[in-house]
Structures are given as C-alpha cells and as structure tokens.
C-alpha cells in the first residue's frame, strides 16, 4: 500500500457533497487530509473517479445468518406468513451447514465489495460466527430474545445470555441482547432487556399494521400468529396505546441507545412523541426493499424527514426478505419512491448517521483525518442523483 490522492465529480465527506475535493490516504488507509477546495495541480495529481467518491456505508440492520434463504419465501405475503414460512424453513435439514456457512461467507464478501464497511448484525445462532472470525467488516452483534407469555422470560433470558457470551468470547466485536419485537417479547422480558448493562439495542418496530391492532384492540393478525405457533398471545393485548408507546417507556436511562427497525406503520404522531419523549436516544432505521418485500409498503419518510432527520439511518435486512445486502440499492429505492429526498440526505444516513447508531462513528462515517472509514465509488451519479444505472465499490 502507498499514499493515496483521490478525487471525482463529487466527494461527499460524510455530511456534505463538494465539487472539487480532494481525500488523501496514507500508506495504511487512514486519512491524512481532506481537501475540500483543491486547486487543479492537486486534482491532476489525484486518481480520477467518474461519478462520486464517499466513506463506506454502514448496513445497520442485517441478518446475515439468514443469507440461505435467498428466494426462499414468497414475496407480499405480509408480515405473519413472512415469519411462518421462514420459521417454518430455516432448521431444514435441506441447508446443510456447509451450504449456510457458504452463503454467508459470500454474503460478508459482496456487502464489502459494495462498500459496506460495519454492519449491525442480528443473530439467533451461532451459524455466522465462523465468518466473523476471518471478516474484513466491522460487526455489532445485536443477540435476538423473544418470547411470550411472562411465565417463560427467565428461561429465554438465560438462554440468550449463553448464545451472548459465546459471540463475546468467540469473536473480537461487541455484542449485546436485543429484544426481537414488541408482539414478540413479553413486558417482563423487555423490562429485562432494558435494564441490562449494555446501552445499545436494537428492535423491529412496527413493522406490520397488525402489531399496532393488537396493541391497541386486540384483534386482528397477530391472533393467527399466536395461533399457528401455539402460544398464548402477548398479555399487552388492547392496552390502549400503539406499540411502541408500550414498550419505549421501558427504556428510561438516558444512556439507552434505541435502534428503531422498519417503523413501516409507525403514525407520524408517534415519531413526534417518541423523538420528544426520548430526546438524543433513538435511531431510525429503513430498509425500504425488505418492506416492499413482505409487506409492499414504504416506511412514514416524510414525518421521519420532519422530526429526526438526522437520526435517519439505513439497513438492507436479511436475504430472506432482499434480493440483495446493498446500501446503495436501498438508497436508489428510497430515492425512486421519495424523489423529493437530496442525495446529501440519503448519503448521510448511509454513512455518518449509521456511525453514531453502531457507535463506530469515532473511525468511520466520514473523512475526518485520523479514521479509516474506507471509501466508495458510486458510478452514473446524474445531476445529484443516483440513476438506476448506479453502483457502488469499495475502492479503498
Ligand atoms: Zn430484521
């Protein structure tokens, strides 16, 4: 490796775009100066890029022990066949442990070739763990608890505190216990979870209209789930309120960071009254491809916009639920679906914001000098935009 001097038509620094700038590397990949108005002799002397240079994304939530099931489960059933099938399928004997360790090997190869450089990880298993132990990225491990009625949180508890302690033994990055959904975890289990030493946690939100009917009737959907997997329905059942004012409460210390996942049927007056509730602790994240994917919906971007736009960050999900593990790819979708939305804005929520949210921001997330936040080259950028035609690679 040498020092490295590179430029394009754009270099979006982690906050913003400029048109001329030029990012110098050192012979290890840590930035040794940002230049944002760089004369023509410092251009020339830097290799060209056509298109746009930025710091390597950050996916925040993905489940990459699930990259297996790649066309494996039918699209737009909705949320509780989604979950019925993939339980139904995902202890197959037919996907030997060869086949799983091959798929996510592979998937952790092309998530960093597309310029992902740290992603947050969602695992029930240990079936990634072999992959961890040779990456190139940089994972959080968020370990998945579920379960309801009450009766059962001690067991489950105890149970993921075994599957924790072998991630932070095995593997050099951190991991904490995470709550899996607020239909799917009962109060006393998430009281637990929320009270853990660990501050950073994750879970899906909202991510069905069901889970908000049963929360708030106690009808609907998610009784057939509950059904089909027979166990006693979540006691919460007509408390009153949406989900997630049930369950945010649970996280009072300031300290608490919350990664809020999908919010696809979040009502804008919930992200008013959690953004004013929770101030500085929540995180939200879109994975617009996986709702399309299950639900054919689109997360609430414009009240998202208006009350934490900067605590918008991105995941691709599990290739159970996309076609592919790619930043970019779900930028292009939000783009497409909310062509108001700025390149600057989708840019920083795939790279800066998803830095503070995996608490990573400190070495990557933007060309400060000092970090090594990798960077990439999106191709076919057209008047500030991404055009179906883009890409996205890791270059440094
Ligand atoms: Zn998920």
Redesign the pocket.
Known sequence: MHRRLLTADEVFDGKQLWSRAVIVLDEQGYVESFIPHADAQQRRAAEYFSGLLCPGFINV?C?SELAYLKDQIPRGTGLVDFILTLMDIRHSAAFSAKTKFQAIARADELMYQAGIVAVGD?VNTTDSLPVKQSTSLYYHHFVECMGVPDAIADARWEQAQQLLSQWTRQTAFPASLTPHAPYSVSDTLFQRLAHQSQTLISF?NQESAAENEWFLSGQGELQRLYDALQIAPHAAAACGTTSLQHVLPFFSRANQQVIL?HNTFTPATDIQWATQSFPGQLYWCLCPKANLYIEQQLPPVEPLLAYAADRIVIGT??LASNDSLSVLEELKCLQQHFPFLALENLLRWATWNGARALQCDSWLGSFTPGKKPGVVHISAIQDQRLTPASQSQRIA
Request: net charge negative.
């Open positions: 939530h489940h969602i899906h996942v999900d599990s």
